[in-house]
């Protein structure tokens, strides 16, 4: 049977080389180094717009594509509002408090 494997947390991508399968598929939100983006509750990750393509019929290379180009925009407008404050975001919960700060001000 084929396995498909997501994960969406942060130093995802790490869990890679070690679950690495003939029948399986790993998808990684983020690489070894690198928090996920987990905001609004789960309204931004990764997981979101990847398995929203998933069931619009997109192939797991569409879906995967389409979410990381989302969470790289999404992380651009983080990066950015952060800066603007001060401060630089390092764990999922700081980059949360960013974006619900950003919301917040809207």
């Not at 990684?28 to 019929?57: E, K, M, T």
């Not at 594509?65 to 999922?92: D, M």
């Amino acid at each position: 049977a084929n396995v498909n494997v997501i994960m969406d947390f942060a130093g995802s991508g790490g869990f890679l080389p070690s679950l690495a399968a003939s029948n399986r598929v790993c998808i990684a939100s983020c690489q070894s180094n690198q928090p996920a983006i987990w905001a609004g509750d789960g309204l931004v990750s990764f997981s979101r717009y990847f398995l929203n393509g998933l069931l619009r019929g997109e192939t797991l290379h569409q879906a995967f594509s389409g979410a990381a180009q989302i969470i790289r925009r999404a992380t651009g407008l983080i990066r950015q509002e952060a800066q603007k404050r001060g401060v630089w975001p390092t764990a999922n919960h700081e980059i949360a408090q960013v974006w619900g700060k950003k919301d917040a001000a809207q």
